[in-house]
């Protein structure tokens, strides 16, 4: 089975900062991966598919990077309507996500 | 537009089990899988399996082999999740999704609203 570790489990930021998380796999999914946002009582958001292409209606705010074992997603300058808790989904062997991280305000 | 409906919240003794509906609408039923994934209190999101509308197959986690059964109704549109022998860990909101893309790896574009399960004596 493939694991997913993210780091850091919980960030502190204020608006305006640039947020980069990080997601490895316990091995190569090639850029089958992606990132979602879910807030509190909601359904998980989908952001970024296949590491780096960014769903429609998702803010350019928002990227994606990496391939192999190794991904960061990246807020470049955070808004009130991104704290919330991010996690990461490989699907290159059946589906895992990561443990999350949760963006809270400094 | 595509839309998955869940079933609402129930509450279930241990040892019972739910069956946990997911109605869609907006696009053919038949063609894309349809995920199951929950969410324990405070706690991150966990994949249980799919099945496929069309043909009715299903993969599930080990975890849950034996105690979880995927199904569908294609007169109607709707899968189903039902899970056995209940254990108060299995307190959870449970969501169904679909893929962006019909083909079976894929991440989830959409999902249902969730349904609350909870295992209480």
């Known amino acids: 089975d493939i694991q997913m570790t993210q780091s850091p489990s919980t960030l502190s930021a204020s608006v305006g900062d640039r947020v980069t998380i990080t997601c490895r796999a316990s091995?190569?999914?090639?850029?089958?991966l992606a990132w979602y946002q879910q807030k509190p009582g909601k359904a998980p958001n989908l952001l970024i598919y296949k590491a780096s292409s960014l769903e429609s209606g998702v803010p350019s705010r928002f990227s994606g990077s990496g391939s192999g074992t190794e991904f960061t997603l990246t807020i470049s300058s955070l808004q009130p309507d991104d704290f919330a808790t991010y996690y990461c989904?490989?699907?290159?062997?059946?589906?895992?996500f990561g443990q999350g991280t949760k963006v809270e305000i400094k | 537009q595509v839309q998955l409906v869940q079933s609402g919240a129930e509450v279930k003794k241990p040892g019972a089990s739910v069956k946990v509906s997911c109605k869609a609408s907006?696009?053919?039923?038949?063609?894309?899988?349809i995920h199951w994934v929950r969410q324990a209190p405070g706690q991150g999101l966990e994949w249980m399996g799919w099945?496929?509308?069309?043909?009715?197959?299903?993969d599930y986690v080990q975890k849950f082999q034996g105690r979880v059964t995927m199904t569908r109704d294609t007169s109607i549109s709707k899968a189903y999740m039902e899970l056995s022998s209940l254990r108060s860990d299995d307190t959870a909101v449970y969501y169904c999704?679909?893929?962006?893309?019909?083909?079976?790896?894929?991440?989830?574009?959409?999902w249902g609203q969730g349904t609350l399960v909870t295992v209480s004596s």
């Open positions: 999704a679909r893929g962006i893309a019909a083909r079976s790896a894929s991440p989830f574009g959409y």
């Open positions: 907006g696009y053919t039923f038949t063609g894309y899988y």
């Open positions: 989904q490989q699907y290159n062997s059946y589906w895992t």
């Open positions: 099945i496929n509308p069309n043909s009715g197959g299903t």
């Open positions: 091995q190569s999914i090639s850029s089958w």
